[in-house]
């Protein structure tokens, strides 16, 4: 628990951007239902479930920064194995939507694994390396690390789910060049994968995701199916200009042509709706967020911390790059939510744990009793 000589460390403001940045996604989640939902906010509207995910989730990232996040290091190992059996019981007893297999149901709400898992493996992953700071250097560690994301980012590629795995893979990059690995490990890895993509793309990658990858480089070849909402998420960016349509005005929205419009393509309705000085106040909200971020991360005053805190904003940073690059078409369509915006409570509760974690490092940055 702490006191009060450490609550006065907490950072109000790293809470208020992620609520401002969950306001932000109402107001567009809002829009985006509004000609399913005409009569307004009733108990079953999407707007409201997703209020009772940020306070479960806002209330999760109190209780969790009133802990010391040490804590979680002790049970890294537990912790790792917990994210490996979700991973691949939602394999044998998970629901299946849009060709991925990756949620459980649990009194009549999805629960994605991937989502637990992520966190859970940076924490086991921050414990490893911290726990070897004077072996970095050390071609084992470099291996055996990439090993423990290796096996949660494969069970979820067999979901398949090829977005989740490369965050999985970001994160394992941020963390070991954070904890001292020398770039070269990375580099020749790099390489070695990048080699590799020829044969992955014969044998590892299921037909679903070879598709995806095929309608990325030509969407009208599939305009009607698979391409059509490629399209219409250019359609309804580019028609936003500078200051967009205006709220509840978007063609595109409004007429339901975007597919999963408050999920994978949320940002498209806010380019259509709000424009680019909208998109500018999104990035630069996101922005923020990730320096307190950076800031937690360097003012931890043991690597565990330093490690953990770098896990979470590479993983933040990283969804935001995927969600807005798929809806600009600069990479493959993914199916990765844009944090705290999209609509999905497993995605904003398990990001307000991270930001839990993330006010826990700050509060200890020093040696003080607690």
């Not at 990048?194 to 030509?218: K, M, N």
């Not at 028609?239 to 393509?265: I, K, N, W």
Request: proline share 3%; aromatic share 10%.
């Amino acid at each position: 628990m702490i006191g009060p000589r450490s609550a006065r460390h907490f950072d109000y403001l790293l809470l208020l951007l992620a609520i401002t940045l969950v306001s932000y996604g109402a107001v567009l989640i809002y829009s985006a239902h509004l000609s399913i939902y005409p009569e307004g906010l009733s108990t079953g509207h999407p707007l409201v479930k997703q209020g009772v995910f940020a306070l479960a989730g806002l209330g999760l990232a109190i209780a969790v920064a009133c802990l010391d996040y040490r804590i979680f290091g002790h049970l890294a190992f537990r912790l790792y194995l917990l994210a490996v059996i979700l991973l691949g019981a939602v394999l044998f007893v998970g629901d299946a939507a849009y060709g991925s297999t990756r949620w459980f149901t649990i009194a009549g709400q999805q629960v994605q694994a991937s989502e637990i898992a992520k966190l859970l493996v940076i924490v086991a992953l921050a414990r490893f390396l911290a726990d070897r700071q004077r072996q970095m250097d050390d071609v084992r560690v470099f291996i055996i690390s990439l090993l423990m994301v290796a096996v949660p980012a494969g069970l979820v590629l067999l979901e398949p789910d090829m977005g989740t795995a490369m965050v999985f893979g970001a994160i394992w990059v941020g963390m070991v060049l954070m904890a001292g690995t020398p770039p070269r490990y990375v580099l020749v890895l790099a390489g070695i994968l990048a080699a590799l993509i020829p044969f992955a793309a014969l044998t590892v990658l299921s037909g679903y995701q070879v598709e995806r990858i095929g309608l990325f480089f030509d969407p009208g070849s599939d305009y009607l199916g698979g391409g059509f909402n490629i399209l219409q998420s250019e359609i309804s960016i580019g028609s936003g200009g500078l200051f967009g349509r205006g709220l509840t005005e978007g063609s595109q929205t409004q007429l339901d042509f975007l597919q999963t419009s408050t999920t994978d393509y949320i940002f498209a309705v806010l380019g259509e709706e709000l424009g680019l000085m909208g998109a500018l106040v999104l990035l630069a909200l996101f922005s923020a967020l990730l320096f307190r971020g950076i800031r937690a991360a360097s003012l931890s005053y043991d690597v565990f911390g330093r490690l953990v805190a770098t896990g979470i904003v590479v993983m933040i940073l990283f969804q935001v790059f995927i969600n807005i690059g798929v809806t600009i078409r600069i990479v493959p369509v993914t199916g990765i939510p844009l944090p705290f915006i999209s609509q999905g409570g497993s995605s904003l509760v398990m990001l307000f744990v991270a930001l839990g974690l993330l006010e826990a490092i700050v509060l200890r940055h020093k040696q003080i009793e607690f």
